[in-house]
């Protein structure tokens, strides 16, 4: 199903709240307090004429574009509350499959959220195609494919897609994200990509490592499930390249609060 493209208004929405006030504010101090006192000394009339009308312009109007900018907050801060109670409400891997794809895409970027990376969700409102989440975390950037698939096995072609993509933008790793299963093909492609398939299994337990618990439930969570919890702080792990050392290019575990904790473990 192909894609639409975003309007201004929801790609506000989906951000964090404090966008649009940032945005709003930013725009009005522009406009009313910095504009008017700049001077151009254009020689080309039509330039500065120009100017000269975006400077009134631009104070006349600063308070309606503020507002303005400010209509997509009530929009974001219900879409927070929304996702936070997606991801409470999870009671294991019967209800993850029970969500519909916009509440499954809602989850795992709620999940990133709780582990520490800044999320921007890029999905245009399709239940298939393209990369849904794109996480950020120090210098370190994932793309992210949600594939809400039951029935069958995501196959090859998704992770060729997603590497295809962090190669183009140069990234650091990616993730496939399913409440299914992988093909053999899908997980020998992956292997050594810096691609990390997370499956139902290894899905269900990153929700539950996530989640309002006691810290002795959280470490019998993790440490019981595919992902290894983190020796440090018992955070989820996810696999990573070594970049320099004798072991670079090498994979090994590491902690998914990284650069906070530098926890690490070996891929035996």
Known sequence: MGRKKETWFELLEACPWWVSVSLSLGSFVLFRYILPHISLHASDIFQASFFKALQVDGYLFAPYLAFILLLPLPFSLLNKRNR???????????????????QFEQLVGEAFRRLGYSVI???QGGADGGI??????????????????????????????LYGVMSAKGVTGGFV????????????????????LI???????????????TSSQASVTITTGSIPGCPKCNSPMIKRIARQGKNAGGQFWGCSRY??????RSIS
């Open 84 to 102: 936070t109670q997606v991801l409470n409400k999870q009671t294991g891997l019967n209800s993850i499959r029970d969500l519909d794809w916009k």
């Open 121 to 123: 969700e890029t999905g």
């Open 132 to 161: 849904d989440l794109r996480l950020k975390k120090g210098s370190e950037v994932f793309l992210v494919q949600c594939k809400h698939w039951r029935a069958y096995k995501v196959s090859v072609n998704i992770v060729r897609e």
């Open 177 to 196: 994200i399913t409440s299914g299963q992988f093909t053999e093909d899908a997980k020998t492609f992956a292997s050594g990509r810096n691609i990390e």
């Open 199 to 213: 499956d139902a299994p290894k899905l269900a337990s990153m929700i539950a490592s996530v989640q309002p618990t």
């Open 259 to 264: 650069p906070d904790c530098r926890g690490i």
